[in-house]
């Protein structure tokens, strides 16, 4: 838990940058996908923790499917953690170009 906090404040210092200098600059872009990478895999370990007596799941969105059903998160939650667990795999296998100036959303 300590890691994932660690993570999420280093991503919130990305804030300070202006969308242009974000997409401009590799460096800060690259820092900010390496952060948010680490937070993903400490929420999947963590999920993963909780539901070992389940059993693997067979993909890591099923984790969030598997805690909102054991009403241990809300769905409205685990719907958001299957979206970074997806974005997840596209980082750590560059199945696309992903595009920094790209608006985000709060979904």
């Given amino acids: 838990m300590r890691a994932l906090a660690s993570y999420l404040e280093k991503l919130e210092s990305f804030r300070r940058f202006s969308r242009e200098e974000f997409v401009k600059e ?17 929420v999947l370990d963590i999920g993963n923790h909780l539901i070992a007596d389940r059993g693997p799941p067979k993909a890591y969105k099923d ?3 598997i805690l909102s059903e054991a009403q ?36």
């Fill in 72 to 107: 241990i998160i809300p769905e409205p939650l685990a719907r958001k953690l299957e979206k970074w667990a997806g974005f997840r795999n596209i980082l750590v296998h560059n199945y696309l170009e992903i595009d920094h100036g790209m608006p985000t959303t709060s979904s």
């Fill in 26 to 42: 590799d460096a800060v872009h690259d820092l900010a996908e390496r952060y948010f990478h680490l937070a993903v895999e400490s």
């Fill in 63 to 65: 984790i969030f499917v």
